[in-house]
């Protein structure tokens, strides 16, 4: 299911490059944004993941640099039967974290700095179980590439506007662009277009998932309910610069407020998952 959803989002990425550049560029364009997603094609499914990490500024750890952490992360792996991941940091004072990779054998673990603050060391291994979750259960290529995919989605819309502020008025021949008419109807909608699309990508069955496989991988899903708890409020009190198109990727949603944020909340209710976590605990479901 997830190869034909990644499937899926690389080849509407493709039509919507080449639509776009039919419009801006007439058939010349039209080339030039095939190549272009062949391109991004190529790239988000090869180095989506370091692209993600390097827009958060995470930086890489080995297990001398911070010894608690990497050692639970490799004593959580080992329990989940699962290669070691590359174990990043994040130097932030809001608590989050999240799993990028396209696969297994080539999977990352990112944690801010905040997170490690506000949570022990049992509340910690939930989350980091959770995200080795996302990695056990191979869904962290979609989100990956979603997280592109939306990123590619919000750069078309800057096009637009950019094509419709100075180039827009003119009616070229067939080999020219399509006018500004197209692109301030693309501004319009392009933005709620691409939350909508994320949210079709990414089902929120898939954090209850990793919940689930991250109860079994730390054997404790109050650890972990007790530590979404805790993120909820930090996350409100201290906000997170986050880019849009990546907030599914988190354990929590970065982004607060309401109105077109909202858009975005691809994460299920805390308290729907805390008792989900409650439930599991009561019948040792995990």
């Known amino acids: 299911m997830n190869t034909l959803k990644t499937t899926f989002l690389m080849g509407l990425l493709t039509v919507l490059l080449v639509f776009f550049g039919a419009v801006l560029g007439g058939k010349g364009g039209m080339t030039m944004a095939f190549l272009l997603a062949a391109g991004m094609n190529f790239f988000s499914y090869w180095f989506s993941d370091k692209i993600v990490l390097r827009m958060y500024g995470a930086t890489e750890i080995e297990e001398s640099d911070n010894p608690r952490f990497y050692g639970m992360v490799r004593s959580l792996a080992d329990r989940a039967g699962l290669p070691m991941p590359k174990v990043y940091v994040i130097e932030d004072d809001s608590p989050n974290a999240f799993a990028t990779g396209r696969n297994p054998e080539h999977a990352a673990v990112a944690a801010t700095t905040g997170i490690m603050r506000i ?41 637009a506007q950019w094509a419709a502020m100075f180039g827009g008025g003119r009616h070229d021949d067939d080999e020219g662009g399509g006018g500004g008419l197209f692109g301030m109807i693309f501004m319009a909608i392009l933005a709620p277009i691409a939350a909508m699309l994320i949210q079709m990508a990414i089902s929120r069955s898939r954090e209850y998932g990793a919940d689930a496989a991250g109860a079994q991988i730390s054997g404790n899903p109050m650890s972990l309910a007790s530590a979404l708890q805790k993120l909820e409020m930090g996350s409100q009190r201290i906000p997170m610069e986050a880019n849009a198109a990546t907030a599914h990727m988190f354990i929590v949603n970065p982004l607060t407020g309401g109105g077109l944020m909202s858009l975005f909340s691809t994460h299920p209710p805390i308290p729907e998952r805390v008792a989900r976590l409650q439930e599991m605990s009561r019948t040792h479901a995990y």
């Open 119 to 159: 949570l022990n060391d049992e509340e910690l291994a939930g989350v980091m179980a959770h995200e080795l979750g996302h990695v056990k259960n191979r869904d962290i290529l979609v989100s990956t590439i979603a997280a592109t995919f939306a990123g590619a989605i919000t750069y078309l819309a800057n096009m």
